[in-house]
């Protein structure tokens, strides 16, 4: 059974960091991508990075202007998102997803997303 369990929300002033952990199971991880995606109320969710360790590659969307980064450890089959200099905007449910299509397609859609995780708050106070 696939299971992915994000880890690390929480409320933050501007201008604060946090990290953001998915914990993976279920699967083997060089085969899937693995992507942070994000829902703020009365938006549509939206993807945010993407690693694929397999492929030694991320993506980034472009409006996050180089404020977070995806790494990944294979050992513990965990993904990360550091994010700093955030900004209220940026507050939102982050979901964790993953897929194979995911991988072959290399994209921030969450229409290619096969798995995610239950997500996790973060709120960025102004």
């Known amino acids: 059974e696939v299971k992915l369990v994000e880890s690390g929300g929480g409320l933050v002033q501007a201008g604060g960091s946090l990290r953001l952990s998915c914990a993976t199971s279920?699967?083997?991880?060089?085969?899937?991508?693995i992507g942070w995606f994000r829902q703020a109320p009365g938006k549509e969710r939206e993807g945010v990075s993407l690693i694929s360790e397999g492929d030694s590659n991320t993506l980034y969307a472009e409006s996050l202007e180089g404020r977070f980064t995806i790494s990944s450890d294979n050992a513990k089959n965990t993904v990360y998102l550091y994010m700093s200099s955030l900004k209220p905007e940026d507050s939102a449910v982050y979901y964790c997803g993953a897929g194979q299509l995911l991988r072959r397609v290399w994209t921030l859609s969450p229409d290619y997303v096969e798995h995610w995780g239950q997500g996790t708050q973060v709120t960025v106070s102004s």
């Open positions: 279920g699967f083997t991880f060089d085969d899937y991508a």
